[in-house]
């Protein structure tokens, strides 16, 4: 059984920084995509940033160098590095995972595993 944790997750001020941390268990793909998504309420979920089996990354227009995803494979966990926060990346952030690689779509439709959310609030 497929479990993703997210935490990490806060509030800060205007400029801040937080690392979010998906740990997960029970995910064994050779191919594989994972995924951080977000959502401001009343807003469509979002892709931003994606990495696949080998490790090629990809960032939503917004993060403007901003954020940085990396995983630990020995540890199973993916993060993501969130720096100079501003408040318009309020929402709830979501790890997603793909047993198909290597190419990693934006939607959120194409994801099987998802887990429960964390809250990011940024404050001005």
């Known amino acids: 059984q497929v479990q993703l944790v997210e935490s990490g997750g806060g509030s800060v001020q205007t400029g801040g920084s937080l690392r979010l941390s998906c740990a997960a268990s029970?995910?064994?793909?050779?191919?594989?995509?994972m995924v951080w998504f977000r959502q401001a309420p009343g807003k469509e979920r979002e892709a931003v940033a994606t990495?696949?089996?080998?490790?090629?990354?990809q960032y939503g227009d917004f993060v403007k160098g901003r954020f940085t995803i990396s995983e630990d494979n020995v540890q199973s966990t993916l993060y993501l590095q969130m720096n100079s926060l501003e408040p318009e990346d309020t929402a709830m952030y979501y790890c997603?995972?793909?047993?198909?690689?290597?190419?990693?779509?934006?939607?959120?439709?194409?994801?099987?595993?998802w887990g429960q959310g964390t809250q990011v609030t940024v404050s001005s």
């Open positions: 997603a995972a793909r047993g198909v690689g290597p190419w990693c779509p934006w939607s959120p439709g194409m994801y099987n595993y």
């Open positions: 990495i696949n089996n080998g490790g090629l990354k």
């Open positions: 029970g995910f064994h793909s050779p191919k594989y995509c």
